[in-house]
């Protein structure tokens, strides 16, 4: 494709402006390091701009949103802050196509729950203990370029099971825990046209964003999550005729597909 | 299990009482047709009450729910009417392991659409036109009983692909439709410990709820929802110790997951 | 259901005759473990009988498999004994209805590998390091019982991913093991008419199959796979006449699903 | 990517050279047309190869399977008279990566059965009757560049339900005949590192592999199929030091994901 995948990096952008930990280890805020982590893997083929909650409508505005293909979501502090009609705006550009990046502690954002319909409730621990990510699907585009079987993270927030999501449509990574848990830490999702990976990794007080592996695996799901798809769903109605002369008409419902 | 499955069936109740042509096929309402249905098919094995729109409360207290195994849903002209609250409280008595099935126009509830994430939108034609639902999991046990390969309902409305819902866990039945549509009309979905079924055939102007097929699987999809599994969610917490002596708690985001 | 559930349990009982330390564990086989533990939660609702690889026809003869609704299976040393003629035995009977439910190192075995399709492959390690089983499915009837969120195993075997299996229709347990490892420790999949549980524990050197929730959930697995679903295949054949009058006949290549 | 992807079309080859009817359809043979309609919407990306039934090897030897991506499956009158040995080459091809795509009678083909593990029965009808694709994921790679949400073939033979599958990971088409049939004919699976698109149309007598359509989705599923994926299997053992200094090896039952 010669044109660039346009990608919009969301960050709340609360942690670290208020903590000087979290300072330390993204300067520039979490959207930076995530931006540069998909700048590197996917270079010329991306396009990559941020938005972030203070922004006016958070930086998502119809026309930001209808300029973006895929969208990364980091949150944590602030669900709450998040307007509803935004939300509801992410969520119709989803449906219509627009992938979604969710990652770590955004699984309590309000996109994400939408989206999934469930509580999204996991348990957790900040114990800065020892995680491993092991493929469990060693054929998807996410896992490309992995080295391994496994990779491991050396101090992390834990995330266990039962974590509280419809049953995925793919798994990619479970992952395992020094204090004995496991989590679904790589999922994908369909709703509409748009694609949704889930990515555990991530916390605002360990560098997560600055790993390798962490980085190459955002990117691929960025890639991934790019729409694909067919053309007909939001460019209007292009209706078969039916086969048999039936009386009657048909009609859509399709009031919400019309973006994209 | 000695203590009967208790059901509740749910209906706006509202075209039957606006229209002769309704009232001739549901004189007492579509709930009771569906209660017969389950009555007939499962015997003492079950408990069924009725609830509709116009009750307080839509006649869905946080008692009756919490008296509830398996909730039907039947609605059409008034699924604006429902009231967020109750809405809420279903789909939260859901997560905790109430099944529900989901009816034909119901499809656009906003509990189902709630639940999915996704629009629910279909295509959709009323000509009477004839329908043929094609078995495609014969190891299902919700198609338990049926003799053929397939079942045929004479005069129906279509409901067309696509229909935006996430992938199905399980896809039950596919409808073949004269006028020349196809439809994913038995799906199951799991959210939190509930199960739930959307099941399309059904209308208020033609007596599919009379139909001999469409009332087994009917039953046969509240058997099927009935609460299974574990005892652990819901009933407080019970956290394992951590195997290595990692400093750090143990926390549980699971307000959410008190009832039942 | 008033007619008991028939189930045949099968073990290639090797090691038990070999082996000192197996036979103290297992004094009657690995077979009689297994066969008590689902007359223990299944009671007058099973009528339980065993099988092993030495009998003629390794006991599984067309008329054993034609009055087994649920074979469970247990084999490590001898896969490779098993005959072909016998498997695919089993396989069509699968196909025609019967559950199987596959015990730890029947990973490996030829009915297994010939049910998925792939190598079935997975990392291993004999330590006997500490395992814990996270339920993933709290709403599933195969954790039916289970008090807790997970249960442990002191003493296992570690199998690891990645385990070469299709992606299964249902995870039920996810493993977590002390040496750094994960597994899908019970998974689900049909194949035609008949529905298949895979459960990790078990071992010929462990007391696996004395412990009481290993014993739970392979009762609750067997009670699932019972056969369920319609009555049309195997039946014979009873395909509509299609509605618009059309040369040509209707054929049905179902020759491989007589039985049952 | 600079370097193409390696397609290898095969076809059994018997049809066109025993049928004038058939040859005058495919007068190079069913395999040119497929591969034709790949190296159209492919182009430069993509170096395409064809092989046949009464080459040595069925013209899929060890040398041209290892430099194959992706392999296309087209036969119908001589499945018997695929050796076993090129089978299992294929089968093992496809767990270590290589994507398979399978067309139409091919669902019948030794390895499309050995890869699902399943039958693979259908119902099928020779009526030149109606057929309509409809799309039921709109999200999907595979659907890229069609215009409408569904498309027409109006000469077909008819393929219906029950098509015995294991549920198939992704539902991309389900086809609507004319004659009362509903068939799920856009189906993937993955088997090791190995993607599968199985789609149904296609046959010796109608011109269906000259339909635009039909060639755009073909040409659509070689590009999905094309291998992705970690680094890891097939090159060797890699495997991560236990955490805990537990004693005990690791060891994988890796001997059968040794190529690629």
Redesign the interface.
Known sequence: MSTPLRVTVWNEYVHERTSDAVAKIYPQGIHSAVADAIRQHLGSGVSVRTATLDEPDHGLTEEVLAATDVLTWWGHAAHERVEDAVVERV?RRV?A?MGLVVLHSAH?SKIFR??????C??????????E?L????????I????????F?LEHTEMY?????I??P???VF?????????F?SGCT???????IFYFRPGHETFPIYHDANVRRVIANGVAWAA???????GEGR???E???P????????????RAK
């Open positions: 969520q449906w196509g309590n939408r989206l999934m319909g469930t509580s409730m996991l348990r957790w621990r900040e114990a800065g203990e020892r491993r092991w493929i469990v699907d060693p054929s998807h585009p896992v490309a370029g992995l080295e391994d079987e496994c491991e266990g099971e039962f974590f509280d419809p049953p449509d793919e798994i479970i992952s395992w825990f020094e204090g004995g848990e496991v679904r999702f369909r709703r509409g046209k748009g694609k729409p694909t798809g067919c053309r007909y769903f292009n209706i078969p039916p086969l048999s039936i009386a009657g008409e048909h009609v859509v419902d399709e009031s919400l597909h």
